[in-house]
């Protein structure tokens, strides 16, 4: 794919270790731009994220099979979104879902795209689907509500409208998450543009007609509302539950489909090993710990490492905050520390997942085979 055209657009700056290198990471006043994004006066470069399509008349059922969402009756133009996870229930692609009546679009973060298309490839077998990478054809670009003119692709006469399913629980979904939670005011959505209409969004930015923010500005967002993304909160050990993604990408009591197993059983009787938290950091130093970046805890006069940062952010309310993965055996009153090589900071837990994550069945726990119990018991 050719260089965005926003790249071009005057203060534009790219990042060379931004998640999302390939578009402006901002335009030179990150904190100004969220505050206009997030009050629906922005448009966010999204082209470098990847489209892809499966058409077919088998395309939902399909996907219903293999996806850990329901989509066997997903309306044309409403929005959803699935993990595909692995044998032993880890998340190995993540997708927002819709469909226009004749083809099924996922939005996929561009690291794994060309994984997943091989992998549906491979599990096609005798339907009637066909899976194609269409990001050379179509670009997504990101906003918050709906009040901006950005004329969507309608191939089918459906515009391809991703409206974020992250401010409430889904039918099936499970909320792990206690206190009020950020995501109920998140209004995001992807807009699929055809490639070739990018220079004339861009020349509209350039004239004043509409407003943008960088990249950056949209991770922050995302980072206070608490939603995870694949490329940054996920890895090869994740599963749905350390992330409360229940909320929104898991139906709880659909049809069989790979990593079922594990997701019941996590739920209904046992706990995820890790848990996803907001860390609110000590700004002092004025730095930004990178994806992977160390979490602490003190263990009696030493510290133990205890997990990872996955998106650190300025927002412009909060100040420096960060999603991290951390040990579900860590005290959630604990004061934990972050590492930047060198570089301390402090860093207070703000709970998403609580510890006491999963366990949803109740199962009363039986004495050990042999065990004396007092009597009337």
Known sequence: MSSSPFLSLPAAIELPDAVDSGVPSHYGSPNIEQRTLERGQAIVDLSTRAVVSITG????????????????????????????????????????????????????????????????????????????????????????????????????GIPLIWDDPWASVLPGGWQYAAAEHPGADWRWREVLVPRESLPQLAARVRSGELRVAGSLAAE?????????????????????????????????????????????????????????????????????PPHGATVLAPKGDDEREVGHVTTAAMHHELGPVALALIKRAVPEELDLVVLDGETRIAAAQEIIVPSGAGATAGVPRLPRLGARTRPGR
């Open 57 to 156: 008349p088998d395309r939902r059922s399909w996907v219903n099979s293999l996806a850990s969402q329901s989509v066997d009756d997903l309306a044309p133009g409403v929005s959803t979104e699935a993990l595909f996870l692995g044998p032993q229930g880890r998340i190995e692609h993540a997708v927002g879902i819709v469909d226009d009546g004749d083809t099924l679009w996922l939005l996929v973060d561009p690291t794994t795209v060309d994984d997943l298309v091989a992998w549906l490839e491979r599990m096609v077998f005798m339907l009637r689907v066909d899976v194609a990478d269409r990001s050379p054809e179509y670009a997504r670009i990101g906003m918050v509500g709906a009040d901006l003119d950005i004329e969507a692709a309608a191939p089918a």
């Open 220 to 288: 922050a967002l995302r980072v206070a509302a608490w939603r995870p993304r694949q490329a940054m909160e996920a890895d090869e050990r994740s599963i749905p539950h350390e992330l409360d993604w229940l909320r929104t990408a898991v139906h709880l009591h659909k049809g069989c489909y790979r990593g079922q197993e594990t997701v019941a059983k996590v739920h209904n009787l046992g706990h995820p090993p890790r848990r996803l938290v907001l860390l609110h950091l000590d700004g002092s130093e004025s730095v930004m």
